[in-house]
Each structure stands twice: as C-alpha cells, then as structure tokens.
C-alpha cells in the first residue's frame, strides 16, 4: 500500500504541472467539448507510459545497474531545471485562460491530444524516465505503477470535468501566478527526495 500511495503521490505532483497537455485538457473542459474522449485518451496513454518507465526501468536496471543512478540524477537535474522554469513563469507572470472558439471535431480533437501527447517531450521524461527512475526506490514497482496510474486517471477527469469550476479562478493572470510557484516548489521538493534516496 505504501508504494501504491507513492505512486499516487509522485503521479499527481508530476502531471499536475500545467504543460501543453494539461492546458489543452483544461480548455477543453472550459468549452464542454469532446471532454470524456479527451481525459480517456489522455489517461490510458499516460498509462501506457508509465507502465513503460517502471516495467522498462526494472529491466534496464537488471541488466544495466548504473542506469538505475544515471536515470536517477537525470531526474533530479531535470526536476531542478523544471521547478526553476515554474519559478521564473510565477515571477514573469502569466495570462488568463480564455477559451474561444466553438472548438474542433471530434477526430481532429483527439488528434490534436495524440500529438500534445506522444510528440510531447515532458510527457515522456515524466512518465517512462523520472517515474521510471523514481519506482526503483520502492520495493513493489507494481503497486507503485498503479498508483501513478491511477492517479493520472484522477487528475485528467477531474481537469476536465471540473474545468468549469475553475474557470472564473484562471480568468485572473494571478491565478496562474501561484499556480507556476506551487508547481516550482513540488518540483523541487521531488528532486531533494530523488536526491536523498
């Protein structure tokens, strides 16, 4: 259960940062379209990946026993340079979320979250290298898989469905302010935890 929760924990922390991905699930949700096709997409690819990083990070270390530290490294410079890039976006500050549009089809929709998905870089980093990296710190990787998992499932439905909710919240530019630092601040927090061990 502990690496259940972990996984839970680390999942949340990493996918809760607002990327290309997660803007687009929200708009989406603000415009009330295509939004249970779009959190499904995007919560069984994210499965698939993690699924890759903890399955192919047992493997790889396995057989490679210095890849498990390298990888582990590689996340904490990148959790580093990612809550660095938050802090200074809190700093700089940002605009409103102001969805327009009467939005595209369905296919075009799903489209559009492939590619914000699997052409995405931080997608692959968070889910298959530092998630990966990350697993390999706790004895069950499977329970900790589920948990990553399961929460990616919680956060893009309740991203999606409670876009509405959050609406009035991102009108402000501010908003978005102390969302950047609080992402910056759990970044940081992951890599001293990576870092220690």
Known sequence: MTSF???????????????????????????????????????????????????????????FPWLVAAMRWGGVAFLLWYGLRSFRAALRGGDALRPAGRGDGLAATLL???????????????????????????PDRRGFAAGAICGSFLFFFALGYGARLLAPVFARPRAWQWLEAGVGAIMWAIAARLALG
């Open 5 to 63: 929760l972990a996984g839970l924990g680390t999942g949340l922390s990493l996918i809760v940062a607002i990327g290309a991905q997660n803007a687009f699930v929200l708009k989406q949700g603000l415009l009330r379209r295509h939004v249970l096709a779009v959190c499904l997409f995007c919560a069984a690819s994210d499965a698939l990946l993690i699924a890759l990083g903890v399955g192919g990070m047992a493997a790889a270390g396995a057989r």
């Open 112 to 138: 559009t979250a492939a590619a914000l998905t699997w052409l995405n870089p931080h997608v692959w980093l968070d889910t298959v290298v530092l998630l990966g990296a990350v697993s390999s710190q706790w």
